[in-house]
């Protein structure tokens, strides 16, 4: 999928779609309850969120798959080791001392990079999808539900209560697009 020569577009629109839906109220925390609680991957889902919102892409079971795929590796050996390290270490009395407090912050930064990074793969694996004309909250949110449904550990009932949870009834999905550049779709 991602050619070594080729440099990742680190800041491109789907990064800035979620700094921007991570700021909203109450965001944050739904996700870190759907990651916690039912095993969703944040990224993909804020991935299929914006790819329907802004590209205008239906997604299927395939692409949700091979977008799995294409980050798998990537969120095996780089971010949920530095995730199970931070969380481990946030337990830990040692880490009340000064040197371990910023050696946290350190590796909170670093698994910071590498879900970039991670963004930075999905963002190249969208130029293949196909674009649809359908309304865009509807695409997101059907995109969203087919990745709950097919790679976390939620039931149909959660699937769509996580979707509406996590901002679609919230104005996060409206129309701000300061986010965004029109170039890519």
Not at 28 to 39: A, E, F, K, S
Not at 103 to 123: G, P, S, T
Not at 157 to 181: F, M
Request: proline fraction near 4%.
């Amino acid at each position: 999928m991602h050619d070594n020569a080729a440099a990742l577009e680190l800041d491109n629109p789907f990064w800035r779609f979620s700094l921007h839906t991570y700021r909203q109220p109450g965001v944050p925390q739904t996700c870190l309850d759907l990651q916690n609680r039912y095993g969703v991957d944040v990224n993909l889902l804020l991935f299929w969120l914006w790819a329907g919102q802004d590209l205008g892409v239906v997604a299927t079971a395939d692409h949700v798959k091979q977008a799995d795929e294409a980050i798998a590796e990537w969120r095996t050996n780089m971010i949920l080791p530095l995730r199970s390290a931070r969380t481990w270490a946030k337990t830990q009395p040692l880490m009340a001392d000064e040197a371990c407090v910023q050696l946290r912050d350190a590796i909170k930064r670093d698994e910071l990079v590498a879900e970039q990074i991670q963004q930075a793969l999905l963002f190249e694996f969208a130029r293949m999808l196909p674009r649809s004309s359908a309304p865009a909250t509807e695409l997101a949110r059907t995109n969203a539900i087919l990745y709950l449904y097919q790679f976390s550990d939620t039931d149909g009932a959660r699937a769509s209560e996580a979707v509406y949870r996590l901002g679609l009834e919230w104005p996060l999905l409206q129309n701000d697009r300061s986010y965004s550049s029109e170039s890519y779709r």
